[in-house]
């Protein structure tokens, strides 16, 4: 069993910067590949990135490339995603993913616990 919990959302303008950071509660986090997703109203969740178990490999979708960072901490359990040059299109709720693998990956189904997620609102 593992609990994460996410923080650092809130509203920004367009352009503006927001971290997200995720606590993962529970035995052996630090083993398993971690992601972020997001959910817009109306939307499917959609894969936003990913890192490996040791944080050496990361893969962004194409739409936050280069905008984006994620980055892992394992010996304080957490995950966090740099989120700069925002735009209004990235408003969403955000959610922090642990894998059942060490692998990266980028399908909800890959991902066996999730955070209760933290909301984006990028104004124009």
């Known amino acids: 069993q593992a609990r994460l919990v996410e923080s650092g959302g809130g509203v920004v303008q367009a352009g503006g910067s927001l971290r997200l950071s995720c606590v993962v509660f529970?035995?052996?986090?630090?083993?398993?590949?971690m992601g972020w997703f997001r959910q817009a109203p109306g939307k499917e969740r959609e894969f936003v990135a990913t890192i490996d178990s040791d944080g050496r490999t990361s893969y962004n979708t194409a739409s936050v490339q280069g905008r984006f960072v994620i980055s892992r901490d394992n010996p304080k359990f957490s995950v966090h995603l740099q989120m700069n040059s925002l735009k209004p299109e990235d408003t969403a709720v955000y959610y922090c993913a642990l894998g059942r693998a060490a692998d990266m990956a980028t399908r909800p189904g890959d991902y066996d616990y999730w955070g209760q997620g933290t909301q984006v609102t990028v104004s124009s």
């Open positions: 529970g035995p052996h986090a630090a083993l398993y590949g």
